[in-house]
């Protein structure tokens, strides 16, 4: 409502003014943005009210479609300028990447050859193929009785199946399945029944959440303390996470060497230190993330995230085409800047530090004839300490991009499985997610880890690794 009075004190003002000057004309040109801005904001919540209320009754709200054209964005707008961080994808080979378990050689007929037929080497040909049996195991254990002693002394099997019905591997499948590819528990209990074994979708649960010894939470932690202590920065993220039918959040601390997942009730400053206390957080200098407040004053010293910066320009929605096209130019001005600084970190000197700190003023302080973009360079003149840290720190990233893909990982396990159900599950979830994601940046098998695990024989130290 004061935003809704105030550009109708504007309005009234338009009488009192001179139609023949300049500024009026911009006057009324920024105060029609603003007015047309407020009625798609209004448009947009009627119809989430509505899409709502239509829920409530049972029924389906409006569906969203994504217009589609080329050269144009909506209402035949000029694009705005697009920038893709990823590098172009380019298809390698497979060979010395697959492990060569046989190699098998394949011989010509003899007597199908010419007489002057000369032997050149071989032609590779690789074939990819994987098993799937059962090793269900009968185990019969001696029993002996001593009458002196009145007691029965029983043979005892191999450690990783003692108190269990099902071995190492069985396990670890268990866990491959559900957490790095995603198989709810049904699907899982399905699967294996159908190929041999006999187990309920409650024992496959349980699987899931099974800490031999409190070993997975010792790793995870072990995983995240020497991430902390390995290098310059971290990245840090969150998501929304269902907790037993309540709201929760996870919240992802990474490096390039490994992940860590932490699920809480709230997402507030107090929580993050919660798990990354003050001796976790001295083993760093910086802490890269989104703007969000709870992840400031953590660290020594925070960077933001120039994508998400950017992402604020993107947003925005001009009507006029004069206004588009100050926006157009200012964020292609932006990436010309962002351009600067990746090429500052590729050869930092006191000479291109001096010049981007003052360029940095001339982008963001400059004033347009668009009211509203002046308004967003003004909020992001004030994060000039946040985001030029690189220029003290060349290694720290410009973007927040390796903890925003971590945390998505955490997106798509959710909305399969509706979040965790139990503490038990919380923390099987933080263990099992933390040990997949950093045994993939390691280049180690998830699956192979786990059978270690289970088998009570694990010879890979994972924080040393990380470490």
């Known amino acids: 409502m004061p935003i809704i009075k105030t550009e109708m004190e504007r309005v009234r003002n338009l009488q009192s003014m001179d139609f023949s000057l300049p500024e009026t004309k911009r006057e009324i040109l920024n105060l029609l943005e603003s007015l047309c801005g407020i009625i798609l904001a209004q448009q947009q919540e009627i119809q989430e009210l509505k899409d709502e ?35 172009p994808w ?30 050149k080497g071989y032609e ?11 090793d269900n195991v009968l185990y019969k254990l001696e029993k002996y009785y001593s009458s002196s002693e009145k007691k029965t002394y029983t043979a005892k099997p191999d450690e990783s199946v003692r108190g269990t019905e099902f071995g190492p591997e069985t396990k670890a499948l268990v866990s491959s399945l559900y957490y790095e590819n995603r198989v709810t528990e049904n699907k899982i209990a399905s699967f294996l029944n159908s190929n041999g074994l006999s187990i309920s979708e409650g024992t496959v649960s349980n699987m899931l959440t099974d800490d031999p010894g409190g070993e997975l939470t010792e790793i995870k932690q072990g995983v995240f303390e020497a991430g902390l202590s390995g290098g310059t920065y971290q990245q840090i993220d969150d998501t929304s996470m269902n907790m037993s039918g309540e709201k929760g959040f996870v919240t992802i601390v990474c490096n390039e060497k490994y992940s860590a997942f932490f699920i809480n009730r709230r997402k507030n400053r107090e929580t993050v230190q919660s798990f990354l206390t003050k001796p976790l957080a001295d083993l760093f200098e910086v802490l890269v993330g989104d703007d969000a407040p709870q992840f400031k004053k ?5 960077a933001l995230c120039w994508v998400h910066e950017e992402r604020h320009y993107k947003k925005m929605n001009p009507v006029f085409l004069s206004h588009h096209e100050e926006l157009e130019r200012v964020r292609r001005e932006i990436w010309d800047y962002y351009d600067k600084l990746k090429a500052y970190k590729e050869n930092p000197t006191e000479e291109g530090k001096s010049e981007l700190w003052g360029n940095f003023d001339v982008l963001f302080g400059q004033v347009t004839e668009y009211e509203a973009l002046n308004d967003r360079l003004k909020l992001t003149l004030k ?23 971590g945390v998505r990982e955490m997106v798509l396990k959710r909305k399969i ?17 933390t040990i997949l994601a950093t045994c993939k940046k390691l280049g180690l098998s998830f699956f192979e880890f786990m059978t270690g695990i289970f088998s009570k024989r694990n010879t890979i130290d994972l924080p040393s690794m990380v470490r």
């Open 298 to 302: 953590i660290a020594k010293r925070f």
């Open 383 to 405: 994060k000039k300490d946040e985001l030029l840290v690189v220029l003290d720190h060349p290694d720290v990233p410009l973007h927040n991009n390796l903890s925003e893909n």
């Open 90 to 119: 380019v298809k390698s080979s497979k060979k010395g990447k697959v492990r060569i378990d046989r190699v098998e050689i394949v011989k010509i007929d003899p007597g199908s050859l010419p007489s002057d037929a000369v032997f």
């Open 124 to 134: 590779e040909k690789l074939v990819q193929n994987i098993f799937l049996k059962t």
């Open 53 to 87: 209320i239509n829920r409530m009754k049972g029924e389906k709200g409006k569906p969203k479609f994504t217009a589609k054209g080329k050269g144009t964005g909506e209402e035949g707008k000029p694009k705005m300028p697009n920038r893709e961080l990823k590098e």
């Open 417 to 433: 499985s509706g979040g965790v159900k139990s503490e038990k599950g919380r923390k099987g979830w933080e263990n099992n997610m």
